[in-house]
């Protein structure tokens, strides 16, 4: 399908004083267009770093990055803040939702900073919530969901804006396990049904093996890179 990420020599470096942290050093990865990655590590591991790149929240100090042939390294905030807008969608352990507003009012949130009508925003944040099994919920407040439901809205929120990536930090990490499953599912479904490029970011072993390919991250490199079949959706 093409290529979508490219790394090359990748480092992050943060300075506290005289102390030097090398938060990333020297990665060089790739990622197809279409692809359904996870990253592991420990804490302290560099994945979260990895992460901030990866979804434009960050740049590196050194090395490169392109995104869909952007060099996301020489983008100003305000670039790096389009792009974002544009390719990425963000799903978080912690849902972010706004609390005393309805599903489809949080779902179509992306929708609003762009400018699209009020129409618009209502039609596609409904088909969203629709494409996460959210149909007939919503006008429901998050404190009426599930800690599954609440995270589909999530999901559904950054879906709107038709993304080339979905960035999922812990996803499941608020959930039990049949909850998490059911999340994964759909992650899963987006990937394979949608065509979406899939970065899931997390510390448990059972939920990375949802992804085709898991990268396992060490004192800021990459310890390991391998590719497998996923896990059937509700199978061991």
Known sequence: MGELILCRDLWKIYRLGDIEVQALRGVSLSIE???FVAIMGASGSGKSTLMNILGCLDQPTRGTYLLDGLDIGKASRDELAEIRNLKIGFVFQSFNLIPRTSAVENAQLPLFYRGVSLRQQRERAAAALARVGLRGREHHA????????????AIARALVSEPAILLADEPTGNLDTESSREIMGILESLNRDDGITIILVTHEPDVAHYAARQIVVKDGQILSDRSREPAPVGGE
């Open 33 to 35: 267009r279409g692809g």
């Open 142 to 153: 998050p404190a009426q969901l599930s800690g599954g439901q609440q995270q589909r809205v």
